[in-house]
């Protein structure tokens, strides 16, 4: 169950990195919240609305050091973000978001398979080391 889980976290992470909207808005569940860095949250159609605008371009996009625990029909994926990301601020003019984030995502059972319910991430984080200890 928990190689389910990380194949699910993985294949997000490359979704992102690619801006393939169509597998995000499938392995999102319809009241997904994603809650960002500086406190910002996003609605799912919030979330896949920045690729749809190409407001939010990622060069990059990666999850390591990722645990899974899972609770029954709930799991919590946690990791490292890495990205090279820009943004669309209001003026139009494109920002840079890139760096290293620690990031969860909460995860459900749901029709025979798992699908996200939220993401929330911290920092941005100058040097993680990739490894708990």
């Known amino acids: 169950m928990d190689e389910q889980i990380t194949d699910l976290a993985q294949a997000w992470a490359s979704a992102e990195e690619h801006g393939d909207v169509d597998f995000l808005a499938r392995t999102f569940t319809d009241d997904f919240v994603g809650i960002g860095p500086r406190g910002f949250m996003l609605t799912k159609e919030q979330w896949l609305g920045r ?45 840079d978001a890139s760096g290293q984030f620690r990031a969860s995502l909460i995860c459900v059972r749901h029709g025979g398979g798992w699908r996200i319910v939220g993401w929330q991430a911290s920092g941005p984080i100058p040097d993680v080391p990739p490894n708990r200890s």
């Not at 990666?62 to 669309?88: E, K, N, P, W």
């Open 51 to 95: 690729y749809r605008a190409d407001a939010l371009r990622n060069a990059s996009f990666a999850l390591d050091d990722v645990a899974v625990r899972v609770y029954g029909d709930a799991a919590v994926v946690t990791g490292r973000q890495v990205q090279q990301t820009q943004y669309r601020d209001p003026s139009g003019a494109f920002r």
